[in-house]
């Protein structure tokens, strides 16, 4: 059973790695800074709205690539939507593959749009894992605090 | 003896992202705005009172004061890239209205495209903000609002100025006045 220094340490060397491996950028702080008393679960609903609405987007970019006359137009205003909402929560490495899609999307690339959909969805599975992990930290320092 | 009043603004966000509707809202709010937020364009015209005074097809300046009363908003802050009406088509709106074009109005777009800000700016829009909007960019809104109140004050207090010398210097006019 980890003490709270521990955990403590746990949890900011959990999250500096999300820094550093560009899971995450500044705008996770600006985030961070939004929560107080009075709203002490931002993050973790917006985060989890995140990922709600992106795995929508994501199913809407499948079947839209799928058909045999695909609204580039369309597939490109879904992945404007996730490439903002990625940025707005500081998902950082989501959102350079949104931007990646673009541009294949803007030379109507079929191959690349499909090939960087894959990758997107292994980001959003990898960012999601990593949130999970982060929140639970952040629970057993939060549990460990009231127990001490 | 002076009361200090504490002037609480009141902020109209439109975004047809929920995201961002929930980031600009907490921002807002830290900075101790009362905020409405809406999805869309239209919607934002519904709740200015913009869409009744359009029905009704012309400037009626008596619907638009009724309006102002009911809804007070001090600054609308809204997306730029939005389905339907853009943000750009609701600022020209907002700026075409009698009623409503002394409300100032900021521009978000996670875009950063030097002839769409210019435009903006140009079609009378206070600031322009990339997105994804921080703290520091919500904090250049104040200075705006204290503007317009202070405008808004003058220009009320410049009425009653001249209302008050026409009274006074006026030599047709008899002493007694009826109410009416």
Known sequence: MYGLSQLQRQLAEFTSSLFDEGFLDDQFNELQQLQDESNPEFVVEVVTLFFEDAERVLNELANTLALDNIDFKRVDAHVHQLKGSSSSIGAQRVQKVCIAFRNYCEEQNVEGCLKTLQEIKQECSLMKSKFETLFKMEQQVFACRRLG | ?180
């Open chain 2, 1 to 180: 003896m002076a009361m200090a009043l504490e002037t609480q603004f009141h902020v109209l966000a439109v975004d047809d992202s929920l995201i961002d509707r929930m980031l600009i809202e907490r921002l807002l709010k830290t900075s101790s705005f009362n905020v409405t937020t809406v999805d869309s364009a239209t919607k934002a015209l519904k709740f200015l009172g913009l869409v009744e005074d359009e029905l009704r097809n012309f400037e009626s300046s008596v619907a638009s004061e009724i309006h102002q009363d009911v809804v007070d908003v001090n600054l609308i802050i809204t997306d730029y890239c939005m389905p339907g009406m853009t943000g750009y088509d609701l600022l020209r709106k907002i700026k075409e209205s009698k009623s409503l074009k002394n409300i100032p109005v900021v521009i978000m777009s996670s875009e950063n495209v030097p002839s769409r800000i210019n435009r903006c700016l140009e079609e009378g829009a206070e600031e322009f903000f990339l997105k994804p909007v921080q703290q520091a960019d919500v904090n250049k809104l104040k200075p705006h609002l204290m503007k317009s109140k202070s405008k808004e004050e003058n220009e009320e207090s410049l009425k009653n100025k001249r209302k008050d010398m026409e009274e006074i210097y006026s030599p047709n006019k008899t002493r007694l006045r009826c109410s009416s």
